[in-house]
Structure formats: structure tokens, C-alpha cells
């Protein structure tokens, strides 16, 4: 099995007019889809020929409360921030320069060894990384585990274990595999309903 990228991140926004702004206008990712009705928008920005980030429209949705990216908090959290590559160091420093004059703050440029980025925040408060890869450090050819205390499922290497989960033993029949019409706005309703 082998995957081709992320085909979207699913964001939420309560000002889609905002979105847009940021995501094509600012940023440069073309509007690619939206659909919706009264109380429910979903829109997808192309993030490059193969994966894209969309948002759902929410009214009385809140931006999420900033905190620094990496900075460790307690409680319920679903993941720190999205980083996008990009092709050069020109690139990142040219999109620093547009965030900085359209009002968002960014960082200092970061040295991680394998990629250097900045970071910033989205209108809706998503924290957001843009990194280019250094070259030479093709972690993808050459994984790096360098933590002093690896975990012990960490300690097994880079490739997929085989035999850490059951194997499937009742695969849906080709009969059933159907493909149902949907826009997302119920299809959690009619999941939940199983």
C-alpha cells in the first residue's frame, strides 16, 4: 500500500470571506471547490497538484487560542500546527516578507537540520509552518531517529512492522463496496446512525 500525499487537511473557519483572503489572495493557493447551503460552506485550496486544505464554514466557530508552536500543553488538543514545503529558502523568505506586510508575525528563520522554516498563524488562529528542505539531509532516503530515549515501538526502525495488528479476515465483498452520494454536511448523521 502506499499513499500519494495528503489529499486535504479539513480546517474550520467562521469567516469564510477571511479565508479566502489569507489562503488565495495572500498566500497564493488557488480556490479549487466550494459547496454548501445555509449554515455550511466547504471550500479547498490547492496546495499542489496532488493535496489541497480545505475549511468548513461554521457559524459561532472561535479561533483557536495561540500558543507557540512545538509548546507542549495539557488537556484535549487534536495537533500543533501544519507545515507546507516549499522549493527554496527565496521562496520562504519572500512569503515572511508578504506575512509580515499583510500583519501577521512570523518567526525568525529555523535551522532543524533537515528543513529551515518560519512560523505564523492564519486568521483563524492555526498555527502554520513554511519550510524548504537543506540539501543533502533527504530524511525520507535516510531516516533520522536521533532521540536520546526512543520509544520502544521507535526502536523497531523506520519501515512499517508486519504483524503488530490483526490481519483482516472479513473483507467487504465486491458487492458491497458502493459508493454513496454525499457533501459531508450528513454524512456523520448518517454514520453515527450504524
Keep these: 500500500m502506499k499513499f500519494k500525499g495528503i489529499n486535504h487537511l479539513a480546517m474550520v473557519t467562521s469567516d469564510m470571506e477571511a479565508t479566502i483572503r489569507f489562503w488565495r489572495d495572500l498566500i497564493g493557493m488557488r480556490l479549487i471547490n466550494g459547496f454548501g447551503e445555509a449554515g455550511f460552506r466547504h471550500y479547498f485550496f490547492e496546495i499542489d497538484e496532488k493535496n489541497s486544505l480545505a475549511f468548513f464554514e461554521w457559524d459561532g466557530a472561535q479561533p483557536v487560542e495561540r500558543k507557540l508552536h512545538g509548546r507542549p ?75 536520546a530515549q526512543l520509544s520502544p515501538a521507535a526502536q523497531e526502525g523506520a519501515e512499517p512492522q508486519p504483524g503488530k495488528w490483526p490481519e483482516v479476515s472479513n473483507p467487504t465483498p465486491k458487492t458491497e463496496q458502493l459508493v454513496k452520494e454525499g457533501d459531508s454536511s450528513g454524512f456523520f448523521t448518517r454514520w453515527e446512525e450504524r
Design 73 to 147: 500543553v495539557s488537556g484535549q488538543i487534536a495537533f500543533d500546527h501544519i507545515a507546507f514545503g516549499m522549493n527554496s529558502a527565496e521562496e520562504v523568505w519572500q512569503l515572511k516578507d508578504k506575512l509580515e506586510a499583510a500583519g501577521f508575525p512570523c518567526s525568525d528563520m529555523i535551522d532543524h537540520g533537515f528543513i529551515h522554516s518560519i512560523y505564523s498563524f492564519d486568521p483563524n488562529g492555526i498555527p502554520i509552518e513554511f519550510c524548504y528542505e537543506v540539501e543533502g539531509q533527504d530524511i525520507r532516503k535516510h531516516p533520522v531517529l536521533q532521540d
